[in-house]
Every structure is written in C-alpha cells, then in structure tokens.
C-alpha cells in the first residue's frame, strides 16, 4: 500500500502541472485546445533526445518547455492569422506534432534507463536509492515554482488581460487590446507547461514514447474537475493548488482499482473518461439544483 501511495503522490505531481496547463486553456482562455495530447510527447521526445546526446538534463528541461510553447505559438497562429477555429487548430497542430515528435527522437521511441536525468541526479545528490522518492522532491519543487510564476504572472497587468479575454473577448478589443497576441501568448504558457510535463514525465518513466500523449487531455481535466469539486474556484492559487491534490487522487484511484482487479490496465482510458463524466456532474451540481427548483 506504501508503494501505491508513493508512487500516486510522485506520478500525480509530475502529471499536475499538465493540469496547470491545460486549466490555462479550458478555464482562463476559456476555449478547447487538443494541442496538449502531441505538446506533452513533444516535451518528452525533445528532453529524451538531448538527454541521449549528452546534454545536461537541466538544460533538456528548459529546451522542451520552449519547444512546447512553440507548438502552442502555432495553434495561435493558425487560429488568429489564417482564422481557423481553435478546435481545428489545435487538431491540426496535435496531428502535426506526431511526425514531428518522430523526427525529433528518430524512433518510436527512446530509452533513459542509461542515461543520466534529472531524477538520478536527485538520487545521487541525496543519496536516495528509489526513482519514486526523488521523483517526490522534483515534484514538490516543480508545482511550487510552477504555481509561484502562475500566481505572479496571472496577477501582473499582462496576466489580467488574458483573464479578461477568457472572460469577454470583445470587451478588451472594445478597449484597443490585441486579442489575438492575448490569445498566443496564454496558448504558448499552457502548450509550455504541458510539455514540461511531458518532459518530466518521461524522465520519471525512464522512455519517451511518441504515442504517451494520447489521453492527456482527459487526464488532465480529470484533475482540474476533481480538484474543483474540493476546493472549488475562490482563486488562483487555491485552484492551482486543487488541482495538484486533484492530480494525485486520480493517481491514487487508478492506482487502487488496477490494484483490485476490477479493470485491466487496458480499461484505464475508460475509466478515465467515466471519472470526469462524474467529476463534471458533480462539480455542476448546483447548477442543476437551481434548475430544478426554478422549474418546481
């Protein structure tokens, strides 16, 4: 049971911040973006590649964050200078990044076991002999400097006009706001994010694998749903902070029900789905509530 926990709090850390991520697009832009599902393998298969070659895992880190904003820039761009729907776009720049995340690692995928990341770094640093534990540490000190730059950024003057496009587009365009700059750069801090996951992720996994984004964006709305409904939307940082519990108790769930044999791994998808669908109604909950009484 120890090692479930561990393991659930290690891997619901890492997988947080593409929650963080993806609560950018679907709760502040307030718009659906799919780019998530090839941004998350491309931040996987640039840290992989670079890692392979030598290069210090550091560093590997901060190049696949910038390749993820990248991918979120051209979702912006294909939406705002060729007016293709934001769906659309994020659907063609999700296709896209598949043959692109194949020509970056050259392969469907790529080993770490050998190589030197940054959890064995962790490891040596402090003499821990589990992945799992240093996994923690990293985890811990991701989220905390992932929610301080959110918290700060989304409360400078910039930050404020990206939450006020998610609220009324046409309000800050009436207030000579360029929108569409508004939209790319909340595009390229949700895709950069993501891809740090990605690339987190694949580290902790010890691979990347060019078909590991295929249901992020699921998961990642299975953690901002559950941690909604715990902590519900007061601010900011309660929400970021609801979502990182959110991210490990979904861990803990799928953990705990592969564990009893109720589904197989292959099932996980499902149950996924089934999570969010619940975690949804339950989150609008009050929303029906009002409704019915309204009606009575």
């Known amino acids: 049971m120890q090692s479930i926990l561990t393991s659930a709090i290690a891997q619901g850390l890492l997988w947080s911040i593409l929650a963080m991520g ?9 718009i659906s ?18 890692i392979v070659s030598g290069t210090p895992p550091l560093l590997a880190i901060l190049f696949a964050t910038i390749a993820g904003a990248l991918a979120g820039l051209v979702t912006g761009l294909l939406h705002t200078k060729l007016h293709i729907p934001i769906l659309l776009s994020s659907i063609l720049s ?3 990044l598949y043959s692109v995340n194949l020509r970056i690692m050259g392969k469907a995928n790529t080993s770490l076991t050998q190589s030197n990341t940054i959890l064995t770094e962790i490891s040596g640093l402090l003499g821990m002999q589990r992945d799992r ?8 000190i991701a989220v905390i400097v992932v929610i301080a730059l959110m ?6 003057e910039y930050g404020y006009t990206i939450v006020a496009c998610g609220n009324n587009d046409k309000m800050i365009r009436a207030n000579g706001v360029n929108s569409n700059i508004t939209k790319i750069v909340g595009l390229m801090v949700a895709n950069g994010l993501i891809a740090l996951s990605g690339c987190l992720v694949s580290q ?4 990347a694998d060019v078909g590991q984004g295929i249901g992020a964006i699921v998961i990642g709305l299975a953690s901002v749903i559950i941690g909604e409904v715990i902590f519900k939307r007061k601010n900011l940082f309660l929400s970021l902070v609801g979502i990182v519990f959110g991210s490990i ?16 791994a292959n099932d996980i998808r499902l149950f996924t789905a089934i999570a969010v669908a619940i975690a949804i109604f339950v989150a609008n909950g009050d929303l029906l509530k009002k409704k019915v009484k309204k009606n009575a």
């Open 22 to 30: 993806i609560h950018v697009t679907y709760r502040i832009l307030d």
């Open 33 to 50: 973006d799919l780019t998530a599902e090839g941004s998350f393998t491309l931040g996987g298969a640039v840290c992989a590649s670079l």
């Open 94 to 96: 999700m296709t896209g």
């Open 133 to 140: 534990d240093a996994a923690i540490i990293l985890g811990v």
């Open 151 to 156: 918290v700060w950024f989304f409360n400078t």
């Open 204 to 207: 902790y996994n010890g691979y």
């Open 249 to 264: 108790i979904y861990r803990l769930l799928v953990a705990l029900v592969i564990n009893t044999d109720f589904i197989s």
